[in-house]
């Protein structure tokens, strides 16, 4: 379970997440079965939550070299409501 | 003539007449949503916010309305004697009657050749299967990272990252800055997308567009490269393009078309606390049945250990060992009752016993009176008493009709007998006295 859980997308997880809560309520489980879908639901929603947490709030922008190679660099953006601190720092261009 | 006109046919009135002239212009496709060219007369932008001119060419003349909630969305200034392109229909003004054109866009003329142009690269691209439904990719439902081809410059970039970050904080925008207007825009604006492409920005979503414009403005977003750029992403993407009235054919060739930078920024986004809300309430949903079910099982368990058994196993045996008690003292007592009952009945024996010696000493002493009443009846005592016995040839004498005179007979009394010779019978009894 362990090893499938991280090869599946987000949107699989929430998905299969809602069934097992949905197939919980319908009470046509088994104890046994009940704590088996428990397990792999709190499994799933470990595995939601550590996704949202996998972005690491930065904002770049791309910028083509002199020697023509694409490197990107970091804009600073306040963080409460997203303004950029210095227009200069996203000005670029890949031409 | 004219009598039989007014004898045999109807009479229509005005309203009546203009009422079908309205119906028929109408109703008729070539006059209504067609473009037409011509050149602007006798302008007058009203105070209530409607636009009165009049179009003409060489040869004739329409009056023509660009109504206010029309014409909000135009992006230049009519003039006078300017050469346009209108859209629109004719209809019927019954109180003048006359006869009106009702505009509902306007282009500079010139543009006229671009929108063909552009209808004619629609239908191409469309034969192509470029803007087939079944090439449009889904969008991830959580992108860590959107990609962004727009002008550094613009409004458009500042629009997505604040829309975007309040979605969600911790989201990852990497911009490709590109030229979106103008010479160079088509270059800029492909080579952004096809960057984006490559795997090395682990781009999840592309979101390409720019803030609203006049139609030339846009126009980079209709040519032919760019639309293929869209339609060859590999990574899903957005066109994202601030238009009033006409798609941009990006539009098309995206995977989804939003009408704003600000509005592709939500349809790319997820906002986090709806997500972590939903994974909360699936997790409630789970643990709250699962609880229940437990309890259930909880409770049931309690139900059976509070039963009298467990509570006091010992219980189980109380009852049998009752049970003994109860019949050992039966038997006690049976068997006591027995062995007073045999006794007693014993005691009763021993009464017999007794019984029986009084009776047979009853019976002795009956049988020993009777002894004695037999005493006095023998014989003996009889001649005691002075009787005698008296025999003839051994035969007892009890008549004298068996004695003859000469017999001779044995006379028995008390202590002897003798022997006698009958001298006489006599039938009469006498005893002394007279004999």
């Known amino acids: 379970m362990e090893k499938k859980a991280k090869k599946i997308t987000f949107e699989d997880a929430l998905e299969e997440l809602e069934a097992i809560a949905s197939k919980l309520e319908s009470g046509e489980l088994t104890l046994e079965q009940s704590i088996q879908y428990y397990e792999r639901g709190v499994e ?22 002199p020697d023509g190679t694409v490197q990107k660099k970091s804009v600073k953006v306040k963080e409460d409501t997203g303004e950029i601190e210095d227009d200069e720092d996203i000005q670029g261009s890949l031409l | 003539m004219i009598e039989e006109i007014e004898h045999t046919e109807t009479v229509y009135s005005v309203s009546d007449i203009t009422g079908i002239l309205k119906q ?27 636009i009165y001119f009049s179009l003409k060419d060489e040869g004739a003349v329409i009056q023509a309305v660009f109504f206010k909630h029309a014409n909000k969305h135009l992006d230049f200034k009519l003039e006078e004697g300017m050469s346009v392109v209108v859209f629109g229909g004719v209809t019927v003004f019954e109180k003048r009657g006359s006869y009106q054109f009702i505009v509902y866009k306007i282009r500079k003329e010139g543009l006229g050749e671009l929108l063909q142009k552009i209808e004619k690269l629609k239908e191409k691209l469309h034969k192509e299967g470029l803007f087939a439904p079944e090439r449009k990719k889904p969008l991830p439902a959580l992108p860590k990272r959107i990609g962004v081809v727009t002008s550094p410059t613009g409004a458009a970039i500042r629009d997505i990252i604040k829309v975007a970050m309040r979605r969600f904080p911790n989201i990852e925008i990497i911009l490709a800055p590109a030229k979106v207007q103008g010479e160079g825009a088509v270059e800029s604006i492909v080579t952004g997308i096809q960057e984006l492409n490559n795997p090395q920005w682990g781009v999840d979503v592309i979101i390409a567009g720019r803030g609203g414009g006049s139609f030339e403005d846009l126009m980079a977003f209709n040519e032919e490269a760019v639309v293929r750029a869209f339609a060859g992403s590999r990574v899903p993407i957005i066109s994202a393009v601030g238009h009033q ?29 709806e997500l972590i809300a939903a994974i909360d309430n699936y997790t409630m949903r789970m643990m709250r049945r699962l609880t229940m079910m437990v309890q259930s099982f909880a409770n049931r368990i309690m139900l059976i250990v509070r039963r009298r058994v467990f509570q006091n196993p010992m219980s189980l045996v109380e009852n049998y060992e009752l049970a003994l008690a109860d019949a050992e003292n039966r038997i006690q007592a049976l068997t006591h009752k027995c062995i007073t009952d045999t006794k007693e009945r014993l005691s009763r024996v021993r009464d017999l016993e007794l019984i029986i010696k009084n009776r047979l000493q009853n019976y002795w002493h009956i049988f020993m009176m009777n002894v004695s009443k037999l005493e006095h009846l023998s014989p003996v005592s009889v001649l005691k008493r002075g009787y005698s016995i008296t025999l003839k040839d051994s035969q007892i004498v009890s008549s004298i009709k068996k004695i003859h005179q000469g017999d001779t007979v044995r006379v028995i009394v008390y202590d002897g007998s003798m022997q006698c010779d009958i001298q006489l019978v006599n039938e009469e009894v006498s005893f002394g006295k007279k004999g």
């Open chain 2, 245 to 273: 009235i006409d798609h941009p054919l990006s539009d098309l060739a995206a995977d989804v078309a939003a009408p704003t930078p600000s509005a592709a920024a939500e349809i790319a986004v997820p906002v986090k606390a």
């Open chain 2, 24 to 50: 028929l212009i109408e109703s008729t496709p070539e006059l209504n949503g067609v473009w037409v060219k011509g050149e602007i007369s006798n302008l007058t932008y009203h105070s209530s916010g409607h």
């Open chain 1, 44 to 65: 799933l929603a470990k595995f939601c939550r550590q996704k949202l947490e996998e972005a690491e709030r930065k904002i770049e922008v791309l910028q083509k070299q």
